[in-house]
């Protein structure tokens, strides 16, 4: 283990004295501007050193990286100017300093003012990293020498910075290879580089090998080989372990809020995103003005369209979205379902104004629920699942979402169910909402809504566009469909969306005959 950290050493120490130097700087900035100047001509120096170590460590091992020794020889010079110049080193410093904090603080500028606009939630911070900036940086070079504290503690701040940094790259990534996941270095033991480096030769071997024979003799030697670098990585791993396995709960601790504050920040970045409010709590309603649906929103983005909003208002009993196949009710529906999850999961939701209360217990009966293991048909499981859900109503203030409900019986007896169902949902402790495009149920529902769907297109338009195109003929209505909704007061029978579609697809004028006749 002594050995896993030395080969660190050039690095490991380079970081702790940026760190010691960042620390006296920031504490003690009223230190003469000379010791300053050592100290930054020391550090450069450090600095420096870490990188001819680094180059001669990557030459010996026929890996050696030119710009190593740029680092080297740079901060070297930079080392005597300081230390035979101090004063002249001193006398642009500040000025140096105060430009790179204007330019940082410019930089983000843009990305503030957005933030301060768009109430990002990490709108104060942003803001705060930009201005500060600004105003130090100003300070320093409309006033440079009176501002040399300002710019020493900065500096030592800064400092501090890179050197903690530095120290847990040095010690976590010694040979630098940036490597996302967990990998054992050739410098954790001496052993190791060894099998490594045989292992290596032995594969360029295997690369030039001419005959059969010998390139079984190198295969054969190389899986032994492995089999060393096995043992020894897990010899490594142990040793890591026992070291780490006092801190164990700490880590555990940290990896813990490490998650919990990624998954705060991509739920603001998620609400930025798709601009999340934060509902009002009520017992009972629930009033979504122009929602969205996040996942559909990105999918029409991709073909060049965009999501409807739609906004619906529910309270307790039974509520019905009637419209004819393709018109949008599944998607609005999902849409309510989608929002209202997103509020139970401690998430904004996606829309412009919310009311809704928190629910017991939520309700879908989305899909085909057609179960093979028990044999039960599609209508069947519906059954089934609802009778589940029915039995949980009484414990507390639910969610019922059916959507075309009883759909896999025959329509006689399919509407029948459905009436019966939206009768029973009126006197339940719930909000319950069903599509549906059998006729006569919303005369049962206490409130009855309808996808706008293609009331206000003019069919001959659609007609002219499909004569002139190539295009897929549903494409092309979709464009013009409007997956909206609005309340329908009174008796209403379903749209006749799909006689107007068939016309619009121009079917057989003697089975469009048919329909009209059968209306």
Known sequence: MFQFFWTRAASVWVAALYIAMGVLLFAFPAATGTFFVWALAGGAAAYGVSHLVRYLQGRKAGAANPGDLFL???????????????????????????????????????????????????????????????????????????????????????LV?????????????????????????????????????????????????????????????RVRICAEEDSEEMKVRRAMGAALAPMADDLLADADTAGRLDFLIQKALFAHRFGGVRPELTDTALELTDMINPELCDLLQEQGRAFVPVSISLDRGAAVITGANMGGKSVAMKTVALNVLLLQAGFLVCARSARMPLFWSVHMLFDDLQSIQSGLSGFGSEIVQFQKALAEVEQGYSLFLLDEFARGTNPDEGAIIVQAVTRYLNDVNAISLLTTHYDKVAEHARIHYQIIGLRDVDPEQIRRELAATNEDGVAVIARHMNYGLYRVEGRSDCPRDALNICRMLSLKPEILEKIEQSY
């Open 72 to 158: 080297t020889v740079l901060p070297a010079a930079f080392s005597v100017f300081a230390l035979i110049w101090p004063q002249a080193i001193l006398s642009v410093l500040p000025l140096v300093l105060g430009s790179l904090l204007l330019v940082d603080g410019i930089g983000k500028l843009p990305l503030a003012i957005t933030g301060l606009r768009e109430q990002f939630p990490g709108m104060i911070p942003l803001a705060l990293s930009s201005v500060v900036p600004i105003v130090l940086g100003a300070l320093i070079v409309i006033n440079p020498f009176a501002a040399v504290r300002i710019a020493v503690m900065v500096f030592g701040a800064a």
């Open 161 to 221: 910075a890179d050197g903690v940094s530095d120290l847990a790259l040095a010690i976590l990534d010694p040979e630098n290879t940036r490597s996302r996941g967990f990998y054992i270095p050739d410098a954790a033991t001496p052993k190791l580089r060894e099998i490594r480096a045989a292992k290596k030769q032995v594969e360029e071997q295997l690369y030039r090998a001419q005959t059969d024979a010998e390139k079984d003799d190198l295969r054969q030697k």
